[in-house]
T-cell receptor, first 111, second 110 residues
């Protein structure tokens, strides 16, 4: 079983749509959680951290359920510029940071 | 931009050769992590350096080695290259928890 599992997609949605991505992780001792965004042939960039209480940044909302070992990302009012791969990331390090990445979920927003 | 730079941007090598990739971390960041990203996959953790010492390692063989210098820049060395080493190699620098990635080096092994 992979340490971090995501649906690879692609998710093809029209502009203005709401889309949700899910992710599960296997290491119950995981310390912290993130969503990164990666554009084609570019490096990953931090989109947002994920907290147990849930957090929102504009059109993006992230949720963490530690009991179910489940992370989600909701994008409202999708824009063409949201088209990218979204990587679910879990930090399993105790003393040092050790980031484990999912394979990513591809999103394509069309006009 | 993150302020993390990597060189070279692209590289072509043949099987059995050795390669050195370089990373300059963002100013003030004392930790550098290296990742390998194969096509269609997420980045895989290779190792991390903190204040010039290896500080954690992923599931990569010893022919993957690294260095960190006093200015916190870093090198990744890969010996005895194999075809499967073809990938995007990313470095990320951090001070606390958040890691900032460089643009990567694309390595092709023929």
């Amino acid at each position: 079983r992979k340490e971090v599992e995501q649906d690879p997609g692609p998710f093809n949605v029209p502009e203005g749509a709401t889309v949700a991505f899910n992710c599960t992780y296997s290491n119950s001792a995981s310390q912290s959680f993130f969503w990164y965004r990666q554009d084609c042939r570019k490096e990953p960039k931090l989109l947002m951290s994920v907290y147990s209480s849930g957090n929102e940044d504009g059109r993006f909302t992230a949720q963490l359920n530690r009991a179910s070992q489940y992370i989600s990302l909701l994008i409202r009012d999708s824009k063409l510029s949201d088209s990218a791969t979204y990587l679910c990331v879990v930090n399993i390090g105790e003393v040092t940071d050790k980031l484990i990445f999912g394979t990513g979920t591809r999103l394509q927003v069309f006009p | 931009e993150t302020g993390v730079t990597q060189s070279p941007t692209h590289l072509i090598k043949t099987r059995g050769q050795q390669v050195t990739l370089r990373c300059s971390s963002q100013s003030g960041h004392n930790t550098v992590s290296w990742y390998q990203q194969a096509l269609g996959q997420g980045p895989q953790f290779i190792f991390q350096y903190y204040r010039e010492e290896e500080n954690g390692r992923g599931n990569f063989p010893p022919r993957f080695s690294g260095l960190q210098f006093p200015n916190y820049s870093s090198e990744l060395n890969v010996n005895a290259l194999e075809l499967d080493d073809s990938a995007l190699y990313l470095c990320a620098s951090s001070f606390h928890e958040t890691q900032y990635f460089g643009p990567g080096t694309r390595l092709l092994v023929l």
